[in-house]
Structures are given as C-alpha cells and as structure tokens.
T-cell receptor, first 113, second 116 residues
Framework: GDSVTQMEGPVTLSEEACLTI???????????LFWYVQYPGEGLQLLLK?????DKGSNKGFEATYRKETTSFHLEKGSVQVSDSAVYFC????????????FGAGTQVVVTP | EAGVAQSPRYKIIEKRQSVAFWCNPI?????LYWYQQILGQGPKLLIQ????????DSQLPKDRFSAERLKGVDSTLKIQPAKLEDSAVYLC??????????????FGSGTRLTVV
C-alpha cells in the first residue's frame, strides 16, 4: 500500500540556518504530495503541495519539488526563524484514494535564537 | 469562509466510558474525514464520508467506534467503550468532493481525548 517515510526528529538548528527535511514515498501511479505543519498547540495546516511530477510547491519561504524518479518530496527553507518551530508532516494522496491522506510520522523542528 | 469546527477541544474520561465528538465541516463540502493522531505519530484516517454515505471505513475499529453524518452536513464520532490506547487527538477535515480532496484540505483544531 501507499506509505510515506520522513526523517526522524527532533531537528535543532539556529535561526537563519538552512533546513531540509527528507521525505520519500511509495505509491502506485501519480499521487499528490503535501507538507502539513503543526505549530505548538494548533491544528494541522497545509503548508504546500504538488500534484504532478516536477511541480514545485512553495509557501512562506518553504519549497519542495515532486521528484518522480527518486520518489521524493524534500522540504527546504533557506533561512529559518524561531517561528518556524513546529512539527512537519509529509503526506500523499494516492491516485485512487479519493482524498485519503497517508501521513509520515512527522519531524519536529526546533529553531533557537 | 468559516473553517472546520470541532467540539469539544478537550475531553478526559475513564476507560470503558463512552465519548462523542462533533464536527461541522466547511459549508458546501460534500466530503468529510475523521483522522486519529496518536502522540508522536502522523494522523491516520478512520472514516471518510461522501455526503451522508461512507466511502472508506477500513481502519475504523468497528467494535467500539461508530460515526454518522446525518443529512450530509455535520458528523459525530463515538467511542464506546473507550480504551487507554484511544487517547489521541481526533481531527476532522472536509473537502468540496472526493476529487478535490486530492488537492489537500483544511483540518479542524481537533479534540484531544485522554482516557485514564
């Protein structure tokens, strides 16, 4: 079945450092790929998405590119802020899933001043 | 546009008791999802409705969990009897329809259940 694997956390880094969170997936066909973010004490928010191969999703300085050849969707940000501290989830919606999301385990990111 | 509304925000119950959660989706959204998020894990789909019909309930523990979506609008999720391992955040989400669900959707703030 469909599955998502993302790097374990916590990831701790200083303000203005570069962030990369690796995400790979297993799915048949061409799934849609997402990054969701969960800030402390808040609900899940859609951060960015890509619905076909080579698409790049971007939002709030974050980017991720849908790589079909490596089945990856790594999240990147060039300069993080303390406010980016959160748990980040990679997810996919399979071709025949009718919107069902398969999530990774989440990666906690802690940004220190 | 108002978001997905859920209540209550928090609930503490003893094991073997029953509990119910309520969700009101975004107006006009035909598809409604209930997810369970256990601490330290990603959310897992419990049940998906299209209008008032069930599309997918393959991961719903039907011996203790039930859900309904009367009139195709708001929905309730019930657990009876609760077990310790049901402690989790229960998230509701909605999308215009099943196809649009593949474009991503909005989650409610969730209900945090603690079973003691």
């Amino acid at each position: 079945g469909d599955s998502v694997t993302q790097m374990e956390g916590p990831v701790t880094l200083s303000e203005e450092a570069c962030l990369t969170i690796n995400c790979t997936y297993t799915a048949t066909g061409y799934p849609s790929l997402f990054w969701y973010v969960q800030y402390p004490g808040e609900g899940l928010q859609l951060l960015l998405k890509a619905t076909k191969a080579d698409d790049k999703g971007s939002n709030k300085g974050f980017e991720a590119t849908y790589r079909k050849e490596t089945t990856s969707f790594h999240l990147e940000k060039g300069s993080v802020q303390v406010s980016d501290s959160a748990v980040y989830f990679c997810a996919l919606s399979g071709t025949d899933s009718w919107g069902k999301l398969q999530f990774g385990a989440g990666t906690q990111v802690v940004v220190t001043p | 546009e108002a978001g997905v509304a859920q209540s209550p925000r928090y609930k503490i119950i003893e094991k073997r008791q029953s509990v119910a959660f309520w969700c009101n989706p975004i107006s006009g959204h035909a598809t409604l999802y209930w997810y369970q998020q256990i601490l330290g894990q990603g959310p897992k789909l419990l049940i998906q409705f299209q209008n008032n019909g069930v599309v997918d309930d393959s991961q719903l523990p039907k011996d203790r969990f039930s859900a309904e979506r009367l009139k195709g609008v708001d929905s309730t999720l019930k657990i009876q009897p609760a077990k310790l391992e049901d402690s989790a955040v229960y998230l509701c989400a909605s999308s215009l329809d099943r196809n649009r669900g593949r474009e991503g959707y909005t989650f409610g703030s969730g209900t945090r259940l603690t079973v003691v």
